[in-house]
């Protein structure tokens, strides 16, 4: 299915939506939104597939990479195009110190939903099949790895991607 072209209202409309972050650019409206060919644009010009966003203030900030959101929607295209251009598959979303408050990886965003392709991608790409996600101080309120997450939810397909 071709990509549908992006309008400057509707990438104006995706930044303004996100305003609250504190590093928003081009790259993640761009990349939660899907539009592939905008996201290879970006990162031809030299936009870090690394970096992230930031949120809230100094003891309790929350932190995402550009590879967390397009995973967890299933944007496969997109999620190919960031690790191409080097983005760790490890990183995801933090809250907290260095993720003390909780995290996510991308591998455990994609399995949650279902999205098999993305799951094959950053398997493929590197990443722990062991690394999921984790809630309050340091796990105290749960773990859950990519595999059971994929098990709850009933997406046989991520469940098969992640055993083999």
């Known amino acids: ?47 870090d597939p690394q970096q992230g966003i930031t949120v809230g203030p100094a ?15 299933g944007h496969a295209a997109v999620v190919e195009l960031l690790l191409k251009a080097g983005a760790d598959p490890q990183q995801g979303l933090k809250a907290g110190p260095r993720g003390s408050l909780g995290s996510m990886s991308p591998l455990h965003a994609a399995a949650k939903n279902g999205h098999a392709a993305v799951v094959e991608l950053l398997l493929k790409a590197g990443a722990d099949p062991s690394k999921g996600a984790a809630w309050g101080p340091f796990g105290v ?19 098969k991607a992640l055993r083999d």
Do not use: Y
Not at 141 to 159: C, D, W
């Open 1 to 47: 299915m071709p990509e549908a072209p992006i309008e400057f209202d509707e990438a104006r409309r995706s930044l303004n939506d996100e305003a609250f972050w504190s590093e928003a650019s081009a790259l993640v409206a761009a990349a939660m939104e899907g539009h592939a060919s905008m996201v290879k644009l970006l990162l031809e010009a030299g936009a």
């Open 141 to 159: 309120f749960g773990t859950e790895s990519p595999l059971r997450a994929a098990q709850k939810n009933g997406h046989e397909a991520a469940v």
């Open 59 to 73: 003891g309790c900030r929350m932190s995402e990479t550009w590879l967390c959101a397009p995973a967890d929607k």
